[in-house]
């Protein structure tokens, strides 16, 4: 009976590690490509963002007061993470068509120098499987979607300033 438990148990670590071993070898999954406007009505395709460094990507909305915190807190860090990383941060708007333009006045007033995008059709939230905002995603140069985190709480910044330093790591 003991050897029988072994065997299993031995199954089991077997089959664990193969399966960790297949998820790394997955291919990354790259940002969707859709044609969004800047909040000054230039109109920029997500697929070609151009960055040098890496992109973190935001969806928020006016009404979403977890968006608003994140963003705001980052607000505050974001030139000490460019001058380390080189990160460029999208927010990018989920607000309809009934409060999209209080999108820009609530981006003047608090500051903001991120690249602000409006999704108003929910087009990029569908392709990136967006459910509910906050939800942010960190970006390898090449496009990649390496980071993907969901809600926000005091803290969680510090997570992805983490994962933003790991990427630079690995250039």
């Known amino acids: 009976m003991k050897k029988i438990g072994l065997l299993l148990f031995v199954f ?23 044609n969004l406007m800047d ?7 997500t697929g070609n ?6 992109v973190i990507i935001s969806f928020w909305a006016t009404w979403c007061s977890p968006c ?19 990160v460029t941060l ?17 981006v003047n007033g608090k500051g903001w120098e991120y690249l602000v995008l409006l999704d108003p059709n929910g087009d990029f939230k569908r392709a990136m499987g967006v459910n509910n ?20 709480a005091p803290g969680d910044e510090d997570e992805l300033y983490e994962h933003l330093l790991e990427l630079k790591a690995e250039e």
């Open 90 to 106: 999208v927010a990018v708007s989920i607000d309809d068509e009934r409060t999209k333009n209080s999108v820009p006045m609530y």
């Open 49 to 54: 963002f151009g960055f040098d460094g890496p």
């Open 133 to 152: 905002v906050p939800h942010t995603f960190l970006l390898d140069t090449d496009g990649n979607i390496v980071y993907s985190h969901n809600n926000y």
């Open 68 to 86: 608003k915190r994140e963003l705001n807190t980052i607000h505050d860090l974001y030139i000490d993470w460019q001058d380390d990383t080189g």
């Open 12 to 34: 089991t670590l077997v089959v664990g590690v193969n399966a960790q071993e297949k998820r790394h070898t997955l291919p990354k999954k790259k940002v969707a490509s859709v």
């Open 39 to 45: 909040i000054d009505g230039n109109e920029v395709n």
